[in-house]
């Protein structure tokens, strides 16, 4: 277990803006497939909201332990562990020998996620437009933070908006 980490993974707009109305604003095949393969065969932690948001014929999210976080005592969704905290549903990850869950959303989870301390490496898909949206990444002192990779994609017929992926590792 010494060699996993804890990985968050999000699209964030110029403006922060990261959804509107519990859905994506932006359609970017490029970047959907960059998350599916990123993610594909490690635990999903994502919290209710969140979850409720990926369109029902896609979840849970295929090759991938979907976990969720929320308050909700009865709350269940097929094919899905449901933890009540964040500290909990990250440690059952890594003691199932996983070596980097991802931290998926949405914004409070990330909120949490960045404020305890429990990430060492961050995916972050910067959009290239700013939107009208109603949930936002949290701002993260980037002094903490070493650029490591950076992957620019311009706009073409598939993906309407520039995106750039960087990948941030704990200092």
Known sequence: M?????SLIAA?????????????IWHLP????????TTTGHHVIMGRKNY??????????????????????NYSAD?????????????????AGDEEPFIIG????????????????????HVHESFDGDTFFPEFDEDQWNLTSVKMNE??????HPFTISVYDKK
Not at 116 to 122: P, Y
Request: hydrophobic share 35%; net charge positive.
């Open 106 to 125: 949405g914004g409070q989870i990330y909120q949490l996620a960045l404020e305890n301390n429990f990430i060492e490496r961050m995916y972050l898909t």
């Open 30 to 37: 490029g970047d959907m497939n960059f998350f599916r393969t």
């Open 12 to 24: 964030v707009a110029e403006n922060g803006v990261i959804g509107r109305n519990n859905d994506l």
């Open 52 to 73: 409720e948001s990926i369109p029902e014929k896609y979840r849970p999210l295929v090759n991938r332990t979907n976990i969720i976080v929320t308050r909700n005592k």
């Open 79 to 95: 094919n899905c562990l449901i933890f009540h905290s964040l500290k909990d549903a990250i440690d059952h990850a890594l003691n």
């Open 2 to 6: 010494n060699n996993s980490r804890v």
């Open 155 to 160: 706009a073409d017929s598939k993906n309407i």
